[in-house]
Nanobody
Framework: QVQLVESGGGLVQAGGSLRLSCAASGRTFSNYAIGWFRQAPGKEREFVGGISRGGSSTYVAESVKDRFIISRDNAKNTVYLQMDSLKPEDTAVYYC??????????????????WGQGTQVTVSS
């Protein structure tokens, strides 16, 4: 089992920044690639980006490219999502998820083994 807990969400004005954290406990964290997803009201869960289990490879979706950066610190069992230049359309509940695999994590929801409970991000205009 891997338990994931997101934190760092909140209310921010457009153009502002937030850094989300995804803290893991349980099985060896470094065996898992991590994906970040978000879900706005009435919409499907959307892949934001992901990071390989060692942290050497990252990917973010085109909608957040040049604004969001993903990193991880395996010594602290934590993955981060740095979000800059936030826009109202970034408003959503943000989730991290873990999948045991080599390379980048997938962009679809189904392959993931574990999910956090989510953290709300609200960007005001």
């Amino acid at each position: 089992q891997v338990q994931l807990v997101e934190s760092g969400g909140g209310l921010v004005q457009a153009g502002g920044s937030l850094r989300l954290s995804c803290a893991a406990s349980g099985r060896t964290f470094s065996n898992y690639a991590i994906g970040w997803f978000r879900q706005a009201p009435g919409k499907e869960r959307e892949f934001v980006g992901g990071i390989s289990r060692g942290g050497s490879s990252t990917y973010v979706a085109e909608s957040v490219k040049d604004r969001f950066i993903i990193s991880r610190d395996n010594a602290k069992n934590t993955v981060y999502l740095q979000m800059d230049s936030l826009k109202p359309e970034d408003t959503a509940v943000y989730y991290c998820a873990a999948v045991r695999r080599v390379g980048l994590p997938p962009s679809s929801v189904a392959p993931y083994d574990y999910w956090g409970q989510g953290t709300q991000v609200t960007v005001s205009s």
